[in-house]
């Protein structure tokens, strides 16, 4: 967010060239520490995750996998050894889940398919998924910086020429939180008349808002129709580089800054870490709602000179994507996916690609659980094989046969931010 881009003192980083892999993806940067280069090459790359020869490291992990995953954990992680050791681990440690394993290999699998097949032919959503509707919630200042991908048009435009249905939920874009996430519940009740399924997009402060309309505004049954929210980069728990920005000198710099580009100031305090974590911890989300946070995990190496005061200031306190705590976007009811070396605002060429990705693996996703369903409610002990088997679409995007303009059919260019 373009709001918190003051300028800073920062910090300057060993610079430790590391290779490996892990959770499947594959890393190759430098890293802040020797420890961290260890753990990545020694520890978590090749066939399963490996226990370390180092003493010391080995109990200090044990220590941390008997803990649920926090934000503790991982300072504790990061004050023992770095800020990328603790990153490594917080990757790690969220793909040893079974559906977070099973959505990273699935979103791994659709990437794949679309760089073979996006650069000549255009592609299409079954017609199974056509019928859902794609509710999209902007990130801050979406109108006024149109270049920050915060208004999800490149992504919307994608969905809409593959046959997919999009909205853009029209919040104040410089609302606070509970004021868009009013805005947010009343437009899911309105576009709930419209008797198609839902699927949530949001990103950055948008996070909060969607959550807070889930959990508190709408509740399990004016949600009915919401069957799933993809949340990128959610700041869901607010921000501790806004906690910063509320003392001394900075409350007053960042007041100053923000007056000058039209902005409210009151956004710092309304994303700051003591106005959010208390509001989202008494959130309670539908059951029926499948949550799926994507996730940019960076190390020190990926991080950009823009980015870099903000991304060394969280670092004292652990693994962070340059704006939010990494374990601060995670829901403990939803599905994670991690993208290492993206930090909070998701430039990346192949960013239109993921997005795609993401989106047909939901959908994938959800009519796995429409036809588990289906074949829970059959009456009969023994089901016709026939009827319980039913094939599901491919998960990927049909291909057309015919050549397309490809500059007009999937675009990956410009600007690459989700915000």
């Not at 003392?247 to 305090?269: C, E, F, H, T, Y």
């Not at 599901?392 to 007009?408: C, D, F, G, Y």
């Amino acid at each position: 967010m373009a709001v918190f881009s003051l300028t800073a003192t920062s910090c300057t980083h060993p610079r430790i060239q590391a290779r490996g892999q892990v959770a499947g993806q594959d890393v190759n940067t430098t890293v802040d520490a020797e420890i961290a280069r260890y753990y990545l090459e020694e520890c978590l790359t090749g066939p399963g995750v490996r226990a370390c020869d180092d003493r010391f490291t080995r109990e200090a992990l044990e220590r941390a996998d008997a803990l649920p995953l926090s934000n503790a954990v991982l300072h504790d992680l990061t004050r023992k050894f770095s800020t990328d050791f603790a990153t490594l681990y917080f990757v790690e440690r969220v793909h040893r889940e079974r559906f977070n394993r099973r959505l990273q290999e699935a979103f791994r699998a659709e990437l794949a398919f679309l760089r073979a097949n996006a650069s000549r032919q255009s592609l299409v959503l079954p017609k199974a998924y056509q019928e859902y509707l794609f509710v999209f919630v902007p990130g801050y200042a979406y109108r006024k910086d149109t270049t920050t991908g915060a208004d999800f048009a490149r992504q919307r435009r994608l969905l809409d020429r593959a046959g997919g249905r999009t909205v853009l939920i029209q919040t104040e874009e410089l609302g606070t939180v509970e004021e868009n996430a009013g805005i947010v519940a009343r437009e899911i009740v309105r576009l709930t008349r419209l008797n198609r399924p839902i699927v949530l997009v949001s990103t950055s402060k948008a996070g909060p808002e969607v959550a807070l309309a889930l959990g508190r505004e709408l509740g399990a049954a004016r949600s009915k129709a919401v069957r799933a929210w993809i949340s990128i980069g959610g700041l869901l728990r607010g921000s501790p580089y806004a906690d910063r920005m509320l003392s001394w000198p900075m409350n007053w710099v960042a007041w100053l800054v923000l007056r000058a580009q039209g902005l409210k100031p009151d956004v710092i305090r309304d994303l700051s870490t003591p106005e959010r974590r208390p509001v989202f911890e008494r959130l309670v989300f539908p059951e029926h709602v499948l949550m799926i946070q994507y996730v940019g995990v960076p190390l020190s190496g990926h991080i950009n000179k823009d980015v870099r005061s903000r991304y060394d200031a969280l670092g004292k306190i652990g693994p962070n994507d340059g704006l939010t705590l990494l374990a601060d976007e995670i829901i403990p009811a939803g599905g994670v996916i991690t993208d290492i070396g993206l930090d909070h605002f998701y430039r990346d060429p192949e960013i239109d690609l993921k997005a795609i990705a993401l989106a047909a693996l939901v959908l994938k996703e959800l009519h796995r659980g429409e036809l588990q369903k289906q074949a829970n409610s059959l009456v009969s002990p023994s089901p016709d094989p026939a009827t319980t088997s039913r094939e599901l679409p491919n998960s990927r995007l049909s291909i057309h046969q015919e050549k397309v303009n490809t500059h007009r059919a999937f675009r990956v260019f410009g600007s690459t931010r989700l915000r």
